[in-house]
C-alpha cells in the first residue's frame, strides 16, 4: 500500500533549527511537496523535490532522497510565526497527492 | 497568480439540509479539481476528483450520491454535501493542478461546515 510517515508532533525553540522527516512508500514517484498549514486555513505551497539533493528557499530548505523514500523540511531562524503544522504529501504514477498526517510544529519562547 | 476561491468559507446548516460549495479558478483553468475534506487534527482526505465536463471520480467509502460534485466549466467546480448529518460536519478544502505541470497544486480557502 501507499503511506506517508512524518511525526505527529515538535516542539522547538523561537529562533533555533528545527528538521521535521517524512518517510514515503507510494506506487511510483513524481515528486514530494511540504505544505503549511496553519489552524483552520487552508494548506500553503512551501516547496517541491523531485531530484535527490537539497533545495533552499529563504529559512526553508527541503531533502529528497529518492533512494531511501525519505524527505525533510529544515526550518531555519524559527519564528513564532511558523507554529503550524506541516504536511508532507508524495505523488504517486498517477500523480496523486499521498498525504502524510501533518506534522504539529510548536514554537515556544 | 494561480488562485482559487472557495465560498463559503463558513456555513452553519440545519441536519437534512443541503449545502452548496463553490470553487473558482480565478485567472487559470482548472482541468481538474480534488475535493478534500480533513477534521481536526488530522491530514487531508481525498474526496474525489473531477474534470471539467465529465463524472467526478469518487474515492473509495465516500458517498457519491451524498457528495455531489459538478465541474461544468473550466473556471467552476461545486461540491453539494446532501441532507446533511452532524457527522458531515468537517473543513472541506478544494485543490486544483495549475495546468498539466506536477509542480502546482494550489488550493482554496477552504470551508467550515457545521450540521446542527
Known amino acids: 500500500g501507499q503511506n506517508i510517515d512524518q511525526p505527529t508532533e515538535m516542539t522547538a525553540t523561537e529562533g533555533a533549527i528545527v528538521q521535521i522527516n517524512c518517510t514515503y512508500q507510494?506506487?511510483?514517484?513524481?515528486?514530494l511537496f511540504w505544505y503549511q498549514q496553519h489552524a483552520g486555513e487552508a494548506p500553503t505551497f512551501l516547496s517541491y523535490?523531485?531530484l535527490d539533493g537539497l533545495e533552499e528557499k529563504g529559512r526553508f530548505s527541503s531533502f529528497l532522497s529518492r533512494s531511501k523514500g525519505y524527505s525533510y523540511l529544515l526550518l531555519k531562524e524559527l519564528q513564532m510565526k511558523d507554529s503550524a503544522s506541516y504536511l508532507c504529501?508524495?505523488?504517486?504514477?498517477?500523480?496523486?497527492?499521498?498525504w502524510g498526517a501533518g506534522t504539529k510544529l510548536i514554537i515556544k519562547p | 497568480g494561480a488562485v482559487v476561491s472557495q465560498h463559503p468559507s463558513r456555513v452553519i446548516c440545519k441536519s437534512g439540509t443541503s449545502v452548496k460549495i463553490e470553487c473558482r479558478s480565478l485567472?487559470?483553468?482548472?482541468?481538474?479539481m480534488f475535493w478534500y475534506r480533513q477534521f481536526p487534527k488530522k491530514s487531508l482526505m481525498l474526496m474525489a476528483t473531477?474534470?471539467?465536463?465529465?463524472?467526478?471520480?469518487?474515492e473509495q467509502g465516500v458517498e457519491k450520491d451524498k457528495f455531489l460534485i459538478n465541474h461544468a466549466s473550466l473556471t467552476l467546480s461545486t461540491l453539494t454535501v446532501t441532507s446533511a448529518h452532524p457527522e458531515d460536519s468537517s473543513f472541506y478544502i478544494c485543490?486544483?493542478?495549475?495546468?498539466?505541470?506536477?509542480?502546482?497544486?494550489?488550493f482554496g480557502s477552504g470551508t467550515r461546515l457545521t450540521v446542527v
Open positions: 485543490s486544483a493542478r495549475i495546468g498539466t505541470s506536477n509542480y502546482g497544486y494550489t
Open positions: 485567472d487559470f483553468q482548472a482541468t481538474t
Open positions: 473531477s474534470n471539467e465536463g465529465s463524472k467526478a471520480t469518487y
Open positions: 507510494t506506487s511510483g514517484f513524481n515528486g
Open positions: 523535490n523531485v
Open positions: 504529501a508524495a505523488t504517486d504514477s498517477n500523480y496523486q497527492l499521498i
